[in-house]
């Protein structure tokens, strides 16, 4: 199998996985606010065919792409978004903090920005403990708008770490558009400003975005310095369900209508890949749906 | 020797009997209050790093780096620089533990110096010690002593929690054989203190002490085992005077008050609090004196709590009184000399 057929049937996968929590997500028994990234898999897809990286990976409350990509335990994930004991955190965090540190998705920390440091400090570690790791700061272009990213790339640019920073553009903050948050839509601008090197790619040109992460990747690991790869995506349902949120903020149905006509995923399709990702969530759902019914018949859920 | 070169001698062994502490500080170079090393004083000077003016980014650091087996130590020059990175203290450092159900821990040691006198003003003088032992997963220290300080550099050797310690300038200054704390076996009165209010208090308790009232003083810099050992002080006196380094109003001092009493601790007169009012502090010298706990707000209260010593407090304060005559009031002694 080629990489990049790899990177479809994975990806369709995870659409499979995300789109079976959507259908779900009205039983009112996942008890947490989820935010799904259906319409940016192949990013995470691409990642996944370089697990020959140790990844350390810190990201945000949008989180479930990279624990699915490194840990996989679908059951533990399903758990947890359903605040189960079996779940990836024992039911205590839900869904705003997937992670799996045994598999290197280290944290996901809901506040916007906040674990960006963190994984200048786990760059820190490796650079200084002579480990071989690749700490990854997972962001959307909404983090960009948070100092702290301005201060991060300054630290790791005057220490030399070696660190990503992946910003995920998906050109929304809530409902909120680009346009109305920030003069450029242009995320490798803040990169330039710490003179850390950076790219731009984009989720409708896969083969262009595997060679950039490949790139990345590997430009890190020689050069032990940062980098900064802004992927360029869509997300096509609202920031935390699983409508989409036509009729709040800046999006219109129009604007809906094309980025689903134009996602390179939704055309090629691996239809097999996506109907095994659905029914193995669907299942496992099925399964936390009658234990959280039993859980409320006793009281408290 | 003083508290300054004690906590620096700390560090020099610390670092270099252990290759995975790191110091990180802006200012590196400039001895932060004498109490960090130069690179020509430690076995590997790569353990000193300089810092960026971005608190969040490098709470955020070591709070990551500390999850992978470094060890740092992290110095701001004010509190209220913490401030800025109270995001990655609140929701990263403090929560590392829990999040990870306790497959990771980030253990640091943050050291931010209060600063009070000569003209630090209402941004510079702040210590919110209520604010940091708020938050679940810190430890919080404020040391006085030399035997607080040696305390400090022990439990962070040990610890698996990021630990704050709250340092006055005005006892950076003071000898390692100053003795803090008083203790009597039949005690009038019982003052609960911590940091600079312990060097006050004591001296304070000393000259009573020649005037023939005991006045036990608990110097607390480990909030968390104080309501212990002021409770055993308070059993014998039955008054207490609680005193905070910032404002009265949800103080240290009200968390004290109200556990003494849910304990069902009796007192012979209600406890009085002396903290600073709920509001910023002046930079000059005569109003910030009047803005920060003095040595005259104790001898108001132990006035009221025990008049039937009125007349030997009076000749104490009188003597206290004429002690300062000629000094300035915005420096610890004629030791300290300005800016900083």
Partial sequence: MSDETAI????????????????????????????????QELLWASIKQYCSYEFKVFSSHRGHLPYLTLDGNLRAYVAELHLHEDGASCGNLGSMHLKSPNTGHISSVPIVGSSIPLAVGAAYAAKHLSESWISVAHFGDGACEEGILHESLNLAAVKKLPILFLCENNRYSCTTSLAARQPSSRMTR?????????????????????????????YISSSQSPFFLEVDCYRLIEHCGPSLDKGMGDRTFEEYTNAL????????????????????????????????????????? | MNNSSLIKASLISLMDSDPSVRLFCEGIK????????????????????????????????????????????????RVEFALLAMDQLV????????????????????????????????????????????????????????????????????????????????????????????????????IFCYSYNSILASRVSRLLAQYGVDVDVVNSSDFSSAVETVRESVIASGRLVAMDLGPSFLGLSSELIAQLVEQGIVFKAMPVRIGTPFEPASACPEKA?????????????????????????????????????????DVPGDYFRGPF
């Avoid at chain 2, 040691?109 to 997963?137: D, N």
């Avoid at chain 2, 300080?149 to 003071?174: A, Q």
Wanted: proline share 5%.
């Fill in chain 1, 190 to 218: 803040f990169a330039d400003a710490a003179t850390v090197k950076s790219k731009l790619a984009s989720t409708s040109n896969l083969t262009d975005l595997h060679s950039s992460v490949g790139d990345a990747l590997s």
């Fill in chain 1, 8 to 39: 479809i049937s994975y990806a369709s996968w995870l659409r499979g996985v995300q789109a079976a929590i959507a259908e779900c997500y009205s039983r009112q028994l996942m008890r947490c606010p989820v935010h799904l990234s259906i319409g």
């Fill in chain 2, 289 to 329: 004196y009047v803005h920060f706990p003095n040595a005259f707000d104790l001898f108001d209260a132990l006035e009221g709590l025990i008049p039937h010593l009125r007349e030997q407090i009076m000749d104490a304060r009188a003597a206290f009184q004429n002690a300062c005559k000629g000094q300035h009031s």
């Fill in chain 2, 91 to 190: 929701t990263n450092a403090s929560k590392t533990k829990y999040l990870s159900g306790g497959k990771l821990t980030s253990p640091f040691l943050l050291r931010l110096v209060i600063g009070r006198g000569w003209g630090q003003g209402p941004c510079h003088s702040q210590s919110f010690e209520p604010l940091w032992h708020s938050i679940p997963g810190l430890r919080v220290y404020m040391p006085a002593c030399s035997s607080d300080y040696t305390d400090v550099f022990n439990k962070f050797e040990v610890s698996d929690s990021p630990i704050i310690t709250l340092e006055h300038r005005w006892t950076h200054g003071i000898s390692v054989e100053t003795s803090i704390g008083c203790k009597y076996s039949a005690p009038e009165v019982t």
């Fill in chain 2, 30 to 77: 400039d001895s932060f209050y004498q109490t960090i090393p130069l690179a020509s004083e430690i076995l590997r000077p790569t353990q000193l790093e300089e810092l960026p003016i971005s608190e969040a980014a490098a709470i955020g650091l070591v709070t990551g780096a500390a999850m992978f087996g470094i060890r740092p130590i992290i110095c701001f020059q």
């Fill in chain 1, 261 to 301: 006509a134009s996602d390179l995923l939704s055309h090629s399709l691996n239809i097999n890949s996506y109907e095994r990702g659905f029914s193995e969530c669907e299942h496992l759902i099925n399964i936390y749906t009658d234990i959280n019914l039993s859980r409320r018949a006793l009281g408290f859920l």
